[in-house]
């Protein structure tokens, strides 16, 4: 069973550093690709990045590209999003998401490819 779990959002000052982490205790992360996604207030979710099973290609969003980073460690069964040089337009709920199982070197930035989602962690940026 799935049960996806984000941590490692918190309150944090503009120019600071964090990183996400995304686990699973049902199943291996090793076999889907993954990505993140965040939804701010009043808004709608929206791509940040993405990778493929092995964590060798990877894709950000414009708004986040050369700030952001994800990666993996399957040994550990484990997802990352190191976020860098935070701004306080990156408030928002992070959410981690599992895409099609056996997707080999693919990665996918639609929303619409993912199936199972976590229930995100809060990332504050004050200015």
């Known amino acids: 069973q799935v049960h996806l779990v984000e941590s490692g959002g918190r309150l944090v000052q503009a120019g600071d550093s964090l990183r996400l982490s995304c686990t699973d205790s049902g199943i291996t992360l090793s076999n889907y690709p993954m990505g993140w996604f965040r939804q701010a207030p009043g808004q709608e979710r929206q791509f940040v990045s993405a990778c493929n099973s092995n964590g060798s290609r990877t894709n950000y969003a414009d708004s986040v590209k050369g700030r952001f980073i994800i990666s993996r460690d399957n040994a550990r069964n484990m997802v990352y999003l190191q976020m860098n040089s935070l701004k306080p337009d990156d408030t928002a709920v992070y959410y981690c998401?599992?895409?099609?199982?056996?997707?080999?070197?693919?990665?996918?930035?639609?929303?619409?490819?993912?199936?199972?989602w976590g229930r995100g962690t809060q990332v504050t940026v004050s200015s």
């Open positions: 998401a599992t895409g099609p199982a056996d997707s080999g070197d693919l990665y996918y930035s639609g929303a619409q490819w993912y199936d199972y």
